[in-house]
């Protein structure tokens, strides 16, 4: 079965500072793709950024990045120079192609950013 | 107007009742999905449909029902609803291309007391 680990509930960083939000992940199929997105206090749910199995580069968009290291299963999500609205739940995200195009969504790590 | 809409955005029912969530969508997606959060649990997906003449059950189906109306719209429904369904519900919509991302509703969120 497809598994995605969020291992950290909470996270706190001050303003200005970059922050890591920890993804692992688990399949057998060789495609797949990784999403991270972002649900301030509203609730909405916001894509972020996503990175295929076979991508070479790691994924940036803007402040945010993916460091993906595959051989690890690992999906971290990096945000450079944090800032105030940044404060929201964070989930990462899994598709793979044997699964019809379905999300499987970790559980989620709330970020705190202080000023 | 947002691409996503889900109809009623808040809904407080009792036990027992019958409870439907709509879901309409401009994007021209063919694939919709209903998705429940509860706390510290993520999102959980209840079903999901490619198509007009496709229904798949998700994770955690027991308990809901869906209906695709057309390709723009698919609905949530709760037979009998009880108060561990008490949650927010998201539908989302998908570009049949596999890379694509989730496009998310704006979510209902559901008391049963």
């Known amino acids: 079965a497809q598994k995605i680990t969020q291992t950290q509930p909470g996270m706190f960083v001050q303003e200005k500072e970059a922050v890591t939000l920890d993804c692992t992940y688990d399949?057998?199929?060789?495609?797949?793709?990784l999403f991270w997105y972002k649900q301030p206090s509203s609730g909405e749910m916001i894509f972020l950024i996503y990175?295929?199995?076979?991508?070479?580069q790691n994924a940036t968009e803007g402040r945010y990045s993916l460091n993906f290291q595959k051989a690890r299963k690992s999906a971290n999500l990096v945000i450079s120079a944090s800032q105030l609205g940044d404060s929201a739940m964070y989930f990462c995200?899994?598709?793979?192609?044997?699964?019809?195009?379905?999300?499987?969504f970790g559980k989620g790590t709330m970020l705190l950013v202080s000023p | 107007d947002a691409d996503v809409t889900q109809t009623p955005r808040n809904r407080i029912t009792k036990t027992g009742k019958r409870i439907m969530l709509e879901c309409s969508q401009t994007?021209?997606?063919?694939?919709m999905y209903w998705y429940r959060q509860d706390p510290g649990l993520g999102l959980r997906l209840i079903y999901y449909?490619?198509?007009?003449?496709?229904?798949n059950k998700g994770e955690i189906s027991d308990g809901y029902s869906v209906s695709r109306q057309a390709q723009a719209k698919f609905s949530l429904s709760l037979e009998s609803a009880i108060p561990n369904q008490t949650a927010l519900y998201f539908c989302?919509?998908?570009?049949?291309?596999?890379?694509?991302?989730?496009?998310f509703g704006e979510g209902s969120r559901l008391t049963v007391l």
């Open positions: 990175q295929g199995s076979y991508d070479q």
């Open positions: 449909s490619f198509d007009v003449k496709d229904i």
């Open positions: 989302a919509t998908k570009p049949s291309l596999n890379t694509g991302e989730l496009f």
């Open positions: 994007k021209g997606h063919d694939r």
């Open positions: 399949t057998s199929d060789p495609s797949y793709g």
């Open positions: 995200a899994m598709s793979y192609a044997s699964g019809y195009s379905t999300l499987t």
